[in-house]
């Protein structure tokens, strides 16, 4: 599996908040695709249950948390899709919407080696029906939905058919029952002391800042080499779930 990093620079139409960079960017990525015809938009988005790539925030970073109109930014989207990667390569620096525009775009294949920590750039989100996953689960509930979660996105992505409606069945299937025989993360490490807020559709969320120790077998390196690419956890499409990484020496 292939991990595809594309880096676009953008000029901003507008001063934009710290708190709503994962918006506008999301709206820029999603306007992008729609624009184009709906059997392209069906092929890249709405066929799979887990989206197949993830974006970060704009650099360099302001100290006042406002990104300003007329100045230029860069940020940095990751696919294991090749498809996903020349679409946005022959497309995002061309796209521009009433707030941001593309300007430049490089691309690169992430090189795979050996990784010995992940660490989170935007913060992850686990959704619950109570909200914060620390007001109704443990801290061995939140490791094992986290390790079910990476698993389930690993195997559907390496195991899943042409049609959806199968896709659909096997989702419910994969992880739960395979998920205590895999040695994925030795330690994580919250980096966060309060809940980070996150901003989705108008709505108020809470997650985390999360450094993951990768342990040193190969299906733990197959998988933290394809979370580089999908991000970790949920909402990877809209701005959670970024990772950087480390590798051994």
């Known amino acids: 599996m292939e991990v595809y990093e594309m880096k676009l620079k953008v000029k901003l139409k507008k001063d934009i908040f710290l708190k709503d960079i994962p918006t506008y960017i999301t709206r820029f990525m999603d306007m992008n695709l729609s624009a184009n015809p709906p059997l392209l938009y069906l092929m890249l988005i709405l066929e799979y249950l887990y989206k197949q790539y993830t974006f970060d925030a704009f650099y ?10 007329d100045k230029i930014y860069s940020f940095r989207v990751r696919t294991i899709s090749q498809k996903i990667a020349n679409y946005f390569l022959d497309t995002l620096m061309f796209f521009e919407n009433k707030d941001i525009q593309g300007l430049t775009l490089n691309i690169r ?16 989100l686990m959704k ?14 939140f490791e094992k939905r986290l390790k079910i979660n990476c698993l389930k996105k690993y195997l559907y992505f390496t195991q899943k058919g042409d049609d959806i409606a199968v896709d659909s069945e096997l989702l419910k299937k994969l992880g739960e ?51 580089l690419g999908t991000g ?18």
């Open 128 to 141: 619950t029906d109570e909200g914060y996953w620390r007001y109704s689960m443990t801290f061995e509930e």
């Open 177 to 227: 029952d395979k998920s205590d025989d895999l040695d994925l993360f030795t330690n994580i490490k919250f980096i966060n002391r309060m809940p980070v807020p996150i901003v989705y559709k108008g709505r108020k969320l809470v997650g985390d800042k999360v450094e993951l120790q990768v342990a040193n077998n190969e299906r733990a390196q197959d998988i933290a080499h394809m979370l």
């Open 60 to 69: 360099p970073i302001e100290e006042d948390k406002i990104y300003k109109k």
């Open 232 to 249: 970790l956890l949920e909402n990877c499409a809209r701005g959670c779930g970024f990772l950087n990484f480390k590798t051994y020496e």
């Open 109 to 124: 294949v992430v090189e795979k080696k050996l990784i010995e920590k992940l660490y989170t750039i935007t913060p992850i």
